[in-house]
């Protein structure tokens, strides 16, 4: 049988942090990638006009998407926002445009991550982010295999 350990709040996010920096993730990574993948979507054909319509003040968005990493890949409590309503509102969003921008993460993270773990590590949890987003936005929501698996 499988002994029952309880961690405290603090135990698991040192667990978490160790974990993440034996794969490279460290608040320095957060950022260069969210700088990284937010220059990418700006100049991108299909991606740009998308984000543009909906942000015109960039340098707050780009920190509240390291918070919103941080508190995703550290666990770090920073991002308390409420990604849904944030993106419902933006009626131009199709559905289509999800499976571009995780497809435009998953080569950022191939280029900038320090190991394949930080990869996949990223990718598990943007993949389920952005299924949930969609699965809120659209009642037709289709899905393209995962991009990280094997």
Known sequence: MTEFRVRSADDRRQDILLRAAEMGIDEAFIGAL?????????????????????????????????????????NSGRYSGRPVPAHKKHTHIQNWHFNIWLALFHQTLIDTAKTPNAVIYFMERAERIGRSVQLALFDDAVFDPPLTRG
């Open 34 to 74: 969210v700088d990284t993948f937010y220059t990418r979507v700006r100049a991108h054909p299909v991606l740009g006009p998308v984000f543009g319509a909906a942000i015109t003040d960039w340098d707050p968005h780009l920190a509240r998407m390291k918070d919103f990493w941080s508190s995703v890949a550290l």
